[in-house]
């Protein structure tokens, strides 16, 4: 199991429809509507070896909790081979199968415009999020 720290913004939207993003960056704009938190205290490469090997099975099915002022919603993706984990500034769960080096999981039940508005609510009113990720293979 992984669990990082970010924080909401006001420009939190939730809006995309394929994907959701947290990242370590300490600022979001409009533009951002992947984005769900910002200023992450753990990017994909810090991830522990041994939670990525798992993750790059294709039989993974990794499950991603978000919280935040009470809120909870879950998401439920999959492992992939292609998996990196080396990048070193944001993650990104994806609903399709691309992998690129911020992709965490691909084949999500749920893009940002999918998670519970009143998390999305309360992260755009400036909420902590916790993200706490598990996968079993």
């Known amino acids: 199991m992984v669990e990082l ?6 420009h939190v939207s939730a809006a995309h429809e394929s994907t959701f993003e947290v990242t370590s960056d300490d600022f979001l704009t409009p533009a951002g509507d992947c984005i769900v938190g910002i200023e992450s205290d753990a990017v994909p490469s810090e991830f522990p070896p041994d939670f990525v090997a798992a993750c790059q099975s294709a039989d993974a099915t990794i499950t991603i909790e978000l919280q935040a002022d009470g809120h909870t919603d879950r998401v439920t993706a999959r492992g992939d081979p292609d998996l990196t984990f080396e990048n070193d ?14 992709t965490v999981a691909v084949e999500a039940d749920a893009a940002a415009a999918d998670l519970d508005r009143d998390l999305i609510d309360a992260l755009a009113d400036g909420a902590d999020l916790d993200v706490e990720f598990a996968v079993e293979d």
């Open 5 to 10: 720290q970010a924080h909401g913004h006001e």
């Open 89 to 102: 500034r944001s993650l990104v769960v994806r609903t399709s199968d691309y992998v690129d080096d911020r």
